[in-house]
Each structure stands twice: as structure tokens, then as C-alpha cells.
């Protein structure tokens, strides 16, 4: 803990960045005291975790008082089986062949856009979905791959049985789960970025910038959001191969630990209909 006063200015941000997600929460049926009790675990879970002194033991009284969760539920909270819901198989398997369909050369046509693959190889070499599949996983069934994608509007089949890949759907109403996932982990390593930014003595600080304006028109709102896109997807699919390459060669290496997270996002919102907690900040 570096100061014993929050700062106004990150309690300000904070309950600007809550409010979307509380907003979600509620439209899920997700209360203040079911929240309060996934606060209080976090709470203990993070001072257990991250937050131990070298050369000490952890102790129950030194987790409550650094968290404020009392020391009786302190050691329910650790006494409890932990209850994560790992990532399912068919998202890591999905996001996977995402990724090499889109950053290996292999799978591109003329212009670096993913082509359509034959859905079956006409030869042991050929490339074709059913081997794309089976060089991330020989252990899962191609058209069970397939089937999903298809239900979820992922790819479509042409007339010659070729797979077609929409990248623009890879996260579609459908895969609920899916998009929830990713949800959680984009956000997740947007707000560790900032959170890491702002601990007291960071100097590497990590990338995170973006551009914002107001007093803009619909249709102006409209020409950034199909320039925002077009610019993303270019710099997502370029570092997305980079990533495909350097993978590879850092398969076997020992100090092969690490992960990283590149993302964009656009938004946009009505200032007249809307609360903007940038404008109720500024009134406050």
C-alpha cells in the first residue's frame, strides 16, 4: 500500500470504469451482495497472491488488515475449493485456428487475406481445413470444428466445398461463451496495463494510448468507426503473424514463459442521451 488516502483522482476513475460493468452485472440478474462477495474473495485472493513480503509468512491477521475482509472470513475464503471456470476447449482450440488462418502465409491468398481451404485434402500435403484442424489437434474431429463454426457464422461452405473464413464473425450473439471469455480476458489485460501504469515507481511503463473527440456528428462518428476497424484489423493481422513466427521459434526455448496482449476497441456514445462520466466529472 503506498498511500493511506486514495488519491480523489483515481477513486473518480474507478467508479467511472465500474459503471459499464455494474451496468452489466444487473442486466444478468447480478446484485449488490452477490458482487460484494465476489469483491470480498478478490480481496483476500489478491493480498494471498500478490502481495506477500519476502522473507515472511502469510498470515491470516496480515491478509485482514491489509484487505479489510475480516480474519474470520479470511480463512473461510481460503478454506474454500476455488471455483474458476477454466476457458472451454472448443474457445482455446477455436482461437488457435483463428490465428494461424489468419497469420500464416500458408493459408493466405495473393493479397495476405485468409483464403478459402477445400474442406478435405486432395492429397497428404494439400492444405485443406481438415488439416489445419489436425495440426492444432489430432485429437478433435474436423467436422465437429466445422459444424460449430458454421452454427456460430464463422465460416460458410461454398458449392466447390470450400471453407470460407468471416473474420469480422469470429465473435458472434451466438457464442455467448465465447464472447465472454474473451470479454473477460481483454479487459482483464486492459486493466492490468493501466493498473501497472499507475503502481508507484513503474518506469516501464506499457502501451496504452487512444484518441478520443467529441462534438462530432453521426455520420462523422461513422467515417472513424470504418477507418478505426480497417486500421485494427491491419495492425492486429501484421502483429498476429509477427506472433505466429516468434512462437514457433521460442517453442523449445527455456525461458519460454511469458504471453502478451495487443487489442483495439472503438466506442462511441450519444452525449445528449447518455450520462458521460468525463462530462459529470468535469461538472463535479
Avoid at 24 to 51: C, H, I, R
Avoid at 55 to 82: A, F, M, N, Y
Wanted: hydrophobic fraction near 40%; proline fraction near 7%.
Amino acid at each position: 500500500m503506498s498511500t493511506p488516502t486514495p488519491p480523489p483522482a483515481l477513486i473518480s476513475a474507478i467508479r467511472g470504469l465500474l459503471k459499464p460493468l455494474i451496468r452489466l452485472l444487473l442486466e444478468y440478474g447480478m446484485t449488490y451482495p452477490w458482487f460484494a462477495n465476489q469483491l470480498k474473495s478478490l480481496f483476500v485472493e489478491v493480498v494471498n497472491d500478490e502481495m506477500q513480503v519476502d522473507g515472511k509468512r502469510q498470515t491470516l491477521s496480515r491478509i485482514s488488515v491489509v484487505s479489510g475482509v475480516h480474519r474470520k472470513d479470511v480463512k473461510r475464503i481460503l478454506e474454500e475449493p476455488e471455483d474458476a471456470i477454466a476457458p472451454s476447449r472448443s474457445v482455446s482450440l477455436g482461437a488457435r485456428l483463428f490465428g494461424i488462418w489468419l497469420g500464416d502465409s500458408r493459408y493466405h491468398d495473393a493479397a495476405g487475406n485468409p483464403r478459402p481451404l477445400p474442406r478435405l485434402p486432395a492429397a497428404d500435403d494439400e492444405i485443406s481445413f481438415e488439416t489445419l484442424v489436425k495440426s492444432i489437434n489430432k485429437d478433435v474431429r474436423p467436422r465437429a470444428v466445422l459444424d460449430e463454426w458454421q452454427r456460430a457464422g464463422l465460416v460458410h461452405i461454398t458449392p466447390q466445398d470450400e471453407v470460407v473464413l468471416d473474420p469480422d464473425a469470429f465473435v458472434t450473439e451466438k457464442n455467448f461463451d465465447d464472447r465472454a471469455h474473451f470479454f473477460g480476458r481483454n479487459m482483464r489485460d486492459h486493466m492490468a496495463t493501466g493498473a501497472h501504469n499507475l503502481m508507484p515507481g513503474v518506469t516501464d511503463k506499457m502501451l496504452e494510448r487512444a484518441v478520443f473527440y467529441d462534438r462530432l456528428s453521426p455520420a462523422s462518428v461513422e467515417t472513424l468507426q470504418q477507418l478505426s476497424h480497417q486500421l485494427a484489423m491491419d495492425s492486429l493481422k501484421q502483429v498476429n503473424e509477427a506472433a505466429l513466427k516468434l512462437a514457433k521459434q521460442d517453442e523449445n526455448q527455456p525461458d519460454a514463459h511469458y504471453r502478451m496482449t495487443f487489442g483495439s476497441f472503438f466506442y462511441q456514445q450519444n452525449q445528449q442521451t447518455e450520462c458521460d462520466p468525463d462530462v459529470a466529472n468535469e461538472k463535479t
